[in-house]
């Protein structure tokens, strides 16, 4: 049975992952920690976790095989190399960090220890957007995020909400290569709160459109892919719309299939579990998310130009 240890216990750990996590302790002995010794018992408690620490040191040398790290995007860097460095294999939340030199590094080490580096990019795990993967033929491709009047500053905006519609549209891309053409876009307001981004890639086959919308009247994430066969649109992770000269047809999920699976996220831990079961490489690939975090440094590069 694997060892893997899960740092940070904070919203996103409570209501996305322990949930999903507490489901496969037939197949994982999990070891859970925090700082705060009131979280961690009540957490413990809830899940029937047999394992908890309140010390990072403590939770490093207890012989894990892996770990997935829930902590603040300033501290990823550090952390992430630590467990590196002992022999772990490393579940990350988004975005791995805002700096590319650090991406770089820390893909490099992991690549040197031979252990896999995941980026938790859930969408791409989520049921609908496979489909939308698996359509071929793919050339014209948007992925559009929206928000109600919400002002952030834009190198936040851009690594928190930007990173995942950028990423969902590489994922339904494909392998792109090198062979593109980039062109950025940034609206902010006179205090540099993001206003709207828009990136897109230009392929000798393809073209890219990513969007997001801080000040729209709605709260959505849409991805559309274009083929031979008609028009694919995705709405909010729950609908699926194939359009066609003859009518269209909808497809939604299921009452039965849980959230977290229509999210992405219990396939997005299987996937990470089983390739380090399976001993095979990242379910998300090193190139692909490097080059998620590039294009997001790039729009934030754009936007200190305008």
Not at 74 to 103: C, M, W
Not at 149 to 168: E, R
Not at 171 to 183: E, K, N, P, S, T
Request: proline fraction near 6%; include cysteine; glycine fraction near 4%.
């Amino acid at each position: 049975m694997l060892k893997i240890g899960v740092l940070g216990l904070g919203n996103i750990a409570q209501k996305a992952y322990l949930p999903v996590m507490a489901q496969m302790q037939d197949r994982v002995d999990w070891y859970l920690c925090t700082r705060q010794p009131a979280k961690l018992a009540q957490l413990q408690a809830q899940y029937h976790f047999s394992h908890a620490t309140d010390s990072i040191d403590d939770l490093l040398t207890s012989h894990l095989d892996a770990l997935f790290i829930h902590t603040p995007t300033p501290t990823h860097y550090a952390l992430v190399r630590q467990a590196l460095e002992n022999g772990l294999h490393v579940f990350i939340d988004k975005p791995l960090s805002e700096k590319p030199f650090e991406v770089a590094a820390l893909y490099q080490l992991a690549k040197q220890q031979n252990r896999l580096l995941m980026v938790g990019f859930n969408r791409r795990f989520a049921p609908m957007i496979q489909q939308l993967a698996a359509l071929p033929a793919k050339h014209l491709i948007e992925v559009t995020k929206t928000r109600v009047d919400t002002l952030q500053p834009t190198p936040f905006a851009i690594y928190d909400l930007m990173v995942h519609p950028l990423d969902t549209a590489l994922y339904l891309a494909g392998d792109i290569g090198l062979d593109y053409q980039v062109h950025t876009y940034c609206q902010q307001t006179d205090h540099h709160e993001l206003l709207l981004a828009r990136i897109q890639l230009e392929t000798p086959h393809q073209l890219i459109t990513v969007t997001l919308d801080m000040q729209s009247g709605t709260n959505q994430e849409i991805a559309t892919v274009q083929t031979p066969t008609g028009r694919y649109t995705v709405n909010n992770l729950t609908e699926l719309v194939h359009q066609q000269a003859t009518g269209q047809q909808l497809e939604t999920v299921a009452d039965w299939v849980p959230t977290l699976t229509n999210r992405g996220f219990a396939p997005m831990i299987d996937a990470f579990i089983s390739a380090i079961e399976n001993q095979q490489p990242s379910p998300v690939s090193t190139a692909s998310s490097r080059l998620s975090h590039e294009l997001c440094q790039q729009l934030i590069e754009d936007a200190k130009l305008r």
